[in-house]
Each structure stands twice: as C-alpha cells, then as structure tokens.
C-alpha cells in the first residue's frame, strides 16, 4: 500500500511571498488532514476534509491560509503571505473515515518550512 | 478549549528498564486515545490505539487508560536504544472529530 505522498520536502521563502503544499493521500481513504507542527510542539490540526468537504477549519488561519481538495483525492495548502511564525513543518495525513475509532491517521513525511 | 498535558522531558532510562510515560486531557467527551512515535525529522506513527479504561498490551507496550482521571499513560518494557524518540499521545471525541495532539514527550533510551 503507498503511503501518504506530500511535495515538496523543503521550501525556504521570504516572508510575505506565498507558497503551496501537495498532498495525494491514500487511496480510499475519505478523511484528509493539514497538521501544522512547530518545532518541539505536537502537531496542530489546521484543516480536516471528509471526501471534498471541510469538517473542521476552525484553527485554520484564513486570513493567509487556504485549503482544498477537489474531486476528494489531491488537496493543496497554501500560505499567503507568509509570515516568519509559519516557519514549521505541514504534515498531511489521511484515514479511511473521520470516526476515530479503528480509524488511525497515516502520516506523510512532510514538508519543513522556513521563512526568512 | 481541548487540552493535552505532557512532560516535554527528556526522560532518560537505561536499556533493559522500563519507560513510563504520561498524559493527561481534558475533555470529558474524549473517546478515543493514541500514543504516536516520532522520530527526530520524521513523521508520527501510530504505536497503540485504546478506547476503553484498563490496560492494552502489545508487545513490550501497554497503554492504561483511567477516564475518571482523565489520564492516559504507556509503559515501554525492555526499552531499546531504538526507542529513542518523542511520544506524543493524542484523543479524539466520537464520531467525524479531529485528534488533539499533546506536545509529546522525548525519551532517551542510553546502551
């Protein structure tokens, strides 16, 4: 079974420039997440879609932040603009339904941020 | 607001001992609960899973719940250098929730 695929591995931007994240979770599973995880911190949800529709955006800051996942496969991220605190690494995970139970996450190896 | 408590640690036990880890929530809805390994640069990964109050074993892991405490913990027997690494743990409420992640706790596992 291939995992969770997320592009790029590493982007270093310049804060106010935008960025975009890829993720193809896999396949079947219905329910994709955005992790934010700051250094040292546990990872923070940002974002949780059950086939193409948002369950759960309210951590999500939409003033820069925005999220899709069209057809419920792909979903992209992106960031703009960035600001320096955004530096972190944005984990993409997917789970076969929403209900926790019996229902684990599985990780992409994310991609690390930095902006200057 | 959901909360999850961990000791960042480190903490460190010798190879052979065992690694006592430990979590406390808040939400008095949570159902679901999970322990997740990280390793330095990688990614989490499930390790257990427990819905109910009690003990869980698998393998040299065993994962209590007490949900009258609202407290999780798991025990890691004849730790390994190879255990080395950030256990975060985790708890979701039923149905289409997120997961609430603790901050993780590292563990230092010395030959």
């Known amino acids: 079974e291939a995992g969770v695929a997320q592009s790029p591995r590493y982007k270093i931007i310049e804060k106010r420039q935008s960025v975009a994240f890829w993720c193809n979770p896999i396949?079947?599973?219905?329910?994709l997440y955005w992790y934010q995880q700051i250094l040292g911190q546990g990872p923070k949800l940002l974002i949780q879609f059950q086939n193409n529709g948002v369950v759960d955006d309210s951590q999500l800051p939409k003033d820069r932040f925005s999220a899709e996942r069209l057809k419920g496969v792909d979903s992209t991220l992106k960031i703009q603009p960035a600001k320096l605190e955004d530096s972190a690494v944005y984990l993409c995970?997917?789970?076969?339904?929403?209900?926790?139970?019996?229902?684990?996450?599985?990780f992409g190896n994310g991609t690390r941020l930095t902006v200057t | 607001q959901k909360e999850v408590e961990q000791n960042s640690g480190p903490l460190s036990v010798p190879e052979g001992a065992i690694a006592s880890l430990n979590c406390t929530y808040s939400d008095r809805v949570s159902q679901s609960f999970f322990w997740y390994r990280q390793y330095s640069g990688k990614s989490p990964e499930l390790i257990m899973s427990?819905?109910?109050?009690g003990d869980k074993e698998d393998g040299r892991f065993t994962a209590q719940l007490n949900k009258a405490s609202q407290y999780v913990s798991l025990l890691i027997r004849d730790s390994q250098p190879s255990d080395s690494a950030t256990y975060l743990c985790a708890f979701g409420a039923r149905g289409y929730s997120t997961l609430t992640f603790g901050k993780g706790t590292m563990l230092l596992v010395s030959p």
């Open positions: 396949s079947g599973h219905a329910t």
């Open positions: 427990i819905y109910s109050n």
């Open positions: 995970a997917s789970s076969l339904s929403g209900q926790a139970r019996g229902s684990p996450l599985h």
